[in-house]
């Protein structure tokens, strides 16, 4: 039986998926090497994000067409974690113990919801700095993407 390696992929990696930016080419190869594990939230924030980039000129209509089926069959290959008192009660500490934006605390508090139910230890792969140190401060393995 091949053994699944999870890790947890942060927006911050997976819109490089979608965008060349810095640190595209090493989003890729993570996301070839884990599977997918992400919030339930990340679908929404990709699209987010995306959206107020063609809104300012940096994606074409063309583009987030090509972006939009992509993400759409990309998706198919994601185990996504539910936003559930468990997890929204988590993100409400981190939010006020360590500082974080709503969506950062709502991912840490995914993947380590993810690892006490699961008993894994599992990767949180992130470009974000906010939440690499968080992930550090929490004593949650983490990959950082520059």
């Not at 840490?108 to 550090?136: C, M, N, W, Y």
Request: hydrophobic content about 45%.
């Amino acid at each position: 039986m091949k053994q699944t390696h999870w890790a947890y992929f942060d927006t911050s990696v997976v819109v490089k998926r979608y965008v060349q930016e810095q640190g595209s080419a090493a989003a890729r190869r993570l996301l070839q090497r884990y599977q997918f594990l992400s919030s339930a939230v990340t679908p929404v924030e990709i699209l987010s994000l995306l959206s107020r980039r063609h809104r300012v000129g940096e994606l074409t209509q063309r583009d987030m067409l090509a972006i939009k089926s992509r993400l759409c069959r990309d998706r198919s290959y994601w185990e996504l974690i539910e936003v559930n008192e468990i997890v929204l009660n988590q993100a409400e500490e981190l939010a006020q113990k360590i500082g974080l934006r709503t969506f950062d605390a709502l991912h840490l508090a995914s993947a380590h919801t993810f690892q006490v139910a699961s008993g894994l230890t599992v990767p949180f792969i992130t470009a974000d700095i906010t939440q690499r140190k968080a992930a550090e401060t929490l004593a949650i393995s983490n990959i950082w993407v520059e």
